[in-house]
């Protein structure tokens, strides 16, 4: 009978590391029961090497979760006593705090540093005013990763003595002293955050020679930040606008993103020109620059927005993605083949109706892209303005002769249908080979259409009336066939108000392959999922 009990009890034979796993997904207390199971698992929730306790999971009960840190210092006890080494201890109580919770706090991570702890996280609530943060940290040599979120950090009276290689600070005071400090106590520094602190004016990394990667946001107290390690890979500075940044010592650099920061277009030229090595740039809501001029052989990946620029001019051989949102501006691209480009600019289709002279502005950008991109995403408020009126291309010429794969995404109300979409966007891109486009108008409907065309795509004999405004062939005299698909994601309608509460997330989708008489066909789909989805279509009906 032992014998079959033990051939039914599989999961103790499993390997410690899978044991382990498993018990990073229960709390403290049920992981503690699991020991009563068999030798194996004792001895499996004796050596885990992490140790988790998360009050999400007891967001309405501050019983449970007080109970929980009790069972928490106990196990660290146990461990400190049998001298068993910790990896990592997470501790985070996010909905609920009292004065009882520090001692307990305090103990378990005493508790964990005699465990030899390597990497240390800890959470706290927005109010309570921060954990004060054990000075017995300061001189745990054991740890290599610090993160502490809501914490005050005071100047140890035994010195700093930690070899961190992460350290991350969340909501943290801490004093311009205490700063100076710890980095230079620490100079193995690899990965640093600093987001939403405050106690300290001044931060100058200096002779951090293994720091990668840098990131700073909402830090309004920080007057000036000074970054000189040469070995930096990644910067990534947001939301700090009265602080002065001096990044030019990253000769290294490879990925800078900078947002809703006070830089000037000089400093933005100057910097950017000494970064050899950089493959990723992003500007975004950076409301004092005027004129972007990026120069830069290495860069792959360009990301501006900002509502106030008037001009970018771009000297990028090798860029290969460029994303772009904001309102009308110039743009200069110097012999570029992007494989893909992202443009939403405001202003062109606010409302349903475009006048000629908006027409006219979006046309000569969209020309601007034309030749150095295969892949152009397009997002509008409307999407009235890729609405060509027939008159217009008399007088026009389409701007993407030569873009081969063309997506457009609509976020708000339109008044037109599918079939005068296509027709538009086939006239802006003649012979494009793919056309995608999505609606997000609460339900999420994507419709993607695959083209195939005939050998000649240039005139034979008489040119046609709709083709007298460009050289080759309207995709109504050349077009061979079309594969068409149309999903659907939404919720299920529900038959009565007592099932709102139950509402289902659906995915429809249909696929249609059409060779001739083409536009009656279209014309004839529309008007099927029209009947489906009335509500996506009727926009002006009550």
């Known amino acids: 009978m032992e014998n079959r009990i033990d051939n ?97 706090i305090d103990r378990c991570v005493c508790f964990a540093i005699g465990s030899n702890v390597n990497e240390l ?14 000075q017995i940290v300061f001189s745990a040599k054991s740890i290599n990763v610090l993160e502490l979120y809501r914490c005050n950090l005071s100047h140890p009276r035994i010195g700093v003595q930690l070899s961190l290689r992460k350290l991350c600070l969340v909501g943290v005071y801490v004093d311009d002293q205490m700063i100076e400090n710890l980095f230079a106590r620490c100079p193995s520094i690899e990965y640093l955050t600093i987001e939403s602190s405050g106690g300290f004016k001044s931060l100058e990394l200096f002779s951090l020679r293994k720091l990668h990667e840098v990131k700073m946001s909402h830090n309004d107290e920080l007057e000036k930040v000074e970054i000189n390690a040469l070995n930096v890979h990644s910067v990534s500075i947001t939301d700090m606008k009265t602080c002065v940044i001096n990044v030019a010592s990253c000769k290294n650099l490879k990925f800078l993103l900078l947002s809703e920061l006070s830089i000037k277009d000089d400093w933005l030229c100057n910097v950017i020109s000494d970064f050899s090595l950089l493959q990723f740039l992003s500007i975004t809501s950076c409301d004092e620059l005027r004129s972007i001029k990026i120069s830069s052989p290495s860069l792959k990946e360009l990301v501006i927005n900002g509502s106030d620029l008037v001009a970018v001019r771009l000297e990028t051989p090798n860029l290969s993605i460029f994303k772009f949102s904001g309102h009308p501006i110039s743009f200069t691209l110097n012999a570029m083949a992007l494989s893909e480009t992202d443009l939403y600019v405001y202003g062109y289709d606010d409302d349903i109706k475009v006048d000629i002279q908006v027409l006219v502005e979006y046309i000569e950008l969209l020309v601007t ?33 030569g873009a081969k794969h063309l997506n457009l995404q609509i976020d708000g109300l339109f008044d037109f249908t599918i079939p005068q979409l296509v027709d538009s966007l086939l006239w802006l891109s003649p012979h494009i080979e793919t056309i995608s486009m999505s609606f997000h108008l609460g339900d999420s409907h994507k419709y993607s259409f695959q083209f195939s065309y005939k050998e000649q795509l240039t005139h034979e004999g008489e040119i046609p009336t709709c083709c007298q405004s460009f050289p080759i062939s309207c995709w109504q005299n050349c077009l061979k066939g079309v594969q068409i698909e149309h999903t659907a994601t939404c919720f299920a309608r529900p038959a009565s108000v007592s099932e709102m509460k139950t509402l289902e997330m659906r995915t429809y989708g249909e696929s249609f392959y059409f060779h001739d008489n083409i536009w009656d066909e279209l014309e004839r789909l529309y008007l099927n999922l029209r009947n489906k989805f009335s509500y996506l279509f009727d926009i002006n009906s009550d």
């Not at 499993?14 to 018990?23: A, G, S, T, V």
């Not at 019983?63 to 080494?85: D, F, G, P, V, Y």
């Open 369 to 401: 892209f034309n030749q150095c991109s295969e892949v152009l995403n397009l997002q509008h408020c409307t999407g009235a303005v890729v609405i060509v009126p027939r008159e217009c291309r008399q007088i026009l010429h389409p701007p993407l002769c």
């Open 121 to 134: 996280e800890l959470r706290f609530p927005i109010f309570g005013g921060g954990y004060n943060l054990p």
């Open 8 to 104: 039914l009890d599989r999961i103790s034979a499993l390997p410690d590391e899978i044991l382990h796993h498993i018990l990073s997904f229960v709390s403290p207390k049920q992981a503690v029961r699991t020991s009563v199971l068999s030798k194996s698992w004792k001895e499996t929730w004796h050596t885990c090497p992490i140790l988790v306790l998360d009050d999400d999971q007891t967001r309405d009960r501050f019983a449970r979760a007080k109970e929980l840190l009790k069972c928490m210092e106990q196990t660290l006890l146990n461990r400190h006593m049998e001298m068993i080494s910790l990896t990592k201890l997470m501790i985070s109580l996010l909905f609920f705090w009292d004065d009882e919770f520090v001692a307990l």
